[in-house]
Each structure stands twice: as structure tokens, then as C-alpha cells.
């Protein structure tokens, strides 16, 4: 089956830990993306991949970082999250940037402490 | 910076139309897009737009571009409690290279039986 997945799910953690979210795609597609969820402002995006070792900042790039040493493989690091970093997160792919379905993700919701 | 805009809240009643708005400000987007977002999941991409088409037709769904004014909307026909949902409208940065996506802050629509 085709899909996105995100892990973990949900997660809390404490200000100044370091985290990563993983994201994983099984559909061979050359990009991938993070975006945050926030009440009131939408879908904002975090980093974008067009493909491997190919990665840029998104809307609201700061705190977090990302890597793309694999094509299926799109982690999210908040390598000292703090608790404006609350949020649900999804991560996305389709076969290239600006072509046809873009997959998303379950989502990933994060309580920053 | 590029920005997307969207009414944050449509009521309508189930078997009326529904007509989503969006207006956008970068000139150069290429491709315009409609997501669905169900309670509790993931967006799911409904369709999407070049900016050289005024309209596209998919069953129940009616996507006009006017692209002098920078305005798209999304005609839903015969309205569905099964279509609540919050929809997003999103363009696509850059131009044809672009890869970074800009979403609206979503219309939540809401369908009476």
C-alpha cells in the first residue's frame, strides 16, 4: 500500500531535548516536505526536499533541520525544541515538486514542555 | 513574503452549492491547489490547477482561475454532509522550478441537513 509514514505520533518532551520525527515514503517519489499545523494560521511549510541530498527552507525553517541521505527518508530534528514548537506536524511526498497527488502523512502532534 | 488568504468559515445546507474563495499573491505560481483536511487525518489533494487553464471540472467540483485578479474558488455542487471538512487552498512558489508550497489558513465548511 502506498503511504506516508510519520513516527511517532504523538509526543511530549521537555524544552531543550533533542528530537527527531521520522518520515518515510514507499512510492520512489523525489520530494518530500514538513509542514506545521497551527490554529487560525494554516498549514506553514518547515523544509522541503526535491530530492536526495537536495534540501530548503521552507516559511518557518527556524529550529528545526532536516536531512535527505535516502530518497525514501525525511527527518525532522528540533535539536533544542522549545514550547513555540508545539504543534501538529505532517510530513508529505509526491513524485516531483509541483506534479500530481501530494501524499500526506497522519501527523504528528508535539507538546513542547 | 508570498501570501494566500481564505474566509475561515462557510455554512451551507446539504443538496446547495459551496463556494470556497482564495485569493493569491505571487504572479509567477504555475500550479494552484485544493486539499481537504477530515477531523482528525491527514490532507488528502482534491485537484489542482495550471495557471494557464480558467477552469477545471471533476464530478462535483468546479475549479475556476481568474489569474489577473489572482483569485481561485471551488465549487462544490450538491453539498454533502460528507464534505465538512476544512479545505485549503495552496500555490506553488517560483514558478515551475519552485518546489516550496504556500497554504491558506484553511475554510472550514460546514454542511446542514
Known amino acids: 500500500e502506498a503511504q506516508v509514514t510519520q513516527n511517532p505520533r504523538y509526543l511530549i518532551t521537555v524544552t531543550g531535548k533533542k528530537l527527531t520525527v521520522t518520515c518515510s515514503q514507499n512510492?520512489?517519489?523525489?520530494?518530500m516536505s514538513w509542514y506545521r499545523q497551527d490554529p487560525g494560521l494554516g498549514l506553514r511549510q518547515i523544509y522541503y526536499?526535491?530530492?536526495?541530498?537536495?534540501?530548503d527552507k521552507g516559511d518557518v525553517p527556524e529550529g528545526y533541520k532536516v536531512s535527505r541521505k535516502e530518497k525514501r527518508n525525511f527527518p525532522l530534528i528540533l535539536e533544542s525544541p522549545s514550547p513555540n514548537q508545539t504543534s501538529l506536524y505532517f510530513c508529505?511526498?509526491?513524485?516531483?515538486?509541483?506534479?500530481?497527488?501530494?501524499?500526506f502523512g497522519p501527523g504528528t502532534r508535539l507538546l513542547v514542555l | 513574503g508570498e501570501d494566500v488568504e481564505q474566509s475561515l468559515f462557510l455554512s451551507v445546507r446539504e443538496g446547495d452549492s459551496s463556494v470556497i474563495n482564495c485569493t493569491y499573491t505571487?504572479?509567477?505560481?504555475?500550479?494552484l491547489y485544493w486539499y481537504k483536511q477530515e477531523p482528525g487525518a491527514g490532507l488528502q489533494l482534491l485537484t489542482y490547477?495550471?495557471?494557464?487553464?480558467d477552469m477545471k471540472q471533476d464530478q462535483r467540483l468546479t475549479v475556476l482561475l481568474n489569474k489577473k485578479d489572482k483569485h481561485l474558488s471551488l465549487r462544490i455542487a450538491d453539498t454533502q454532509t460528507g464534505d465538512s471538512a476544512i479545505y485549503f487552498c495552496?500555490?506553488?512558489?517560483?514558478?515551475?522550478?519552485?518546489?516550496?508550497?504556500?497554504f491558506g489558513q484553511g475554510t472550514e465548511l460546514s454542511v446542514k441537513p
Open positions: 508529505a511526498s509526491s513524485p516531483q515538486a509541483y506534479r500530481g497527488t501530494q501524499y
Open positions: 512510492m520512489n517519489h523525489e520530494y
Open positions: 526536499s526535491m530530492n536526495v541530498e537536495v534540501t
Open positions: 505571487d504572479s509567477s505560481s504555475t500550479y
Open positions: 490547477i495550471f495557471s494557464n487553464m
Open positions: 495552496a500555490e506553488r512558489e517560483g514558478g515551475n522550478q519552485g518546489g516550496k508550497l504556500i
